[in-house]
């Protein structure tokens, strides 16, 4: 295999895993009785994997994925008249 060509089965390898990561947070949203602070912990920390498998492009993980989040602690009730937001970087090492 050429370089280009690992280089684009590695990416592919990040993007299934961190679909697999952002399904398995909605799904515990949707399903498991959690508090509000439990749920955000849950995006911050899915957030956080986004940033390893892909850094400097946390901008992407609010424009594709808090909305979904979002959706999903509406309709679990945890968000009534609250509005998540990007979650600010509060260290890289997190």
Same mark, same amino acid.
């Given at each position: 295999?050429?370089?280009?060509? &690992?280089? %684009?089965?590695?990416?592919? /390898?990040?993007?299934?895993?961190?679909? @697999?990561?952002?399904?398995?947070? $909605?799904?515990? *949203?949707?399903?498991?009785?959690?508090?509000?602070?439990?749920? &955000?912990? %849950?995006?911050?920390?899915? /957030?956080?994997?986004?940033?390893?498998? @892909?850094?400097?492009?946390?901008? $992407?993980?609010? *424009?594709?994925?808090?909305?979904?989040?979002?959706?999903?602690?509406?309709?679990?009730?945890?968000?009534?008249?609250?509005?998540?937001?990007?979650?600010?970087?509060?260290?890289?090492?997190?």
């Amino acid at each position: 295999m050429d370089a280009t060509h &690992e280089l %684009l089965v590695e990416e592919n /390898r990040r993007i299934r895993l961190l679909k @697999f990561a952002v399904e398995l947070a $909605v799904q515990s *949203l949707m399903t498991t009785p959690l508090s509000l602070p439990e749920a &955000e912990r %849950l995006i911050h920390g899915t /957030r956080n994997l986004s940033s390893k498998l @892909f850094p400097g492009k946390e901008h $992407v993980f609010d *424009l594709i994925y808090l909305p979904r989040f979002r959706r999903a602690m509406h309709e679990a009730g945890l968000l009534k008249h609250r509005v998540l937001r990007p979650v600010e970087n509060s260290g890289a090492g997190e």
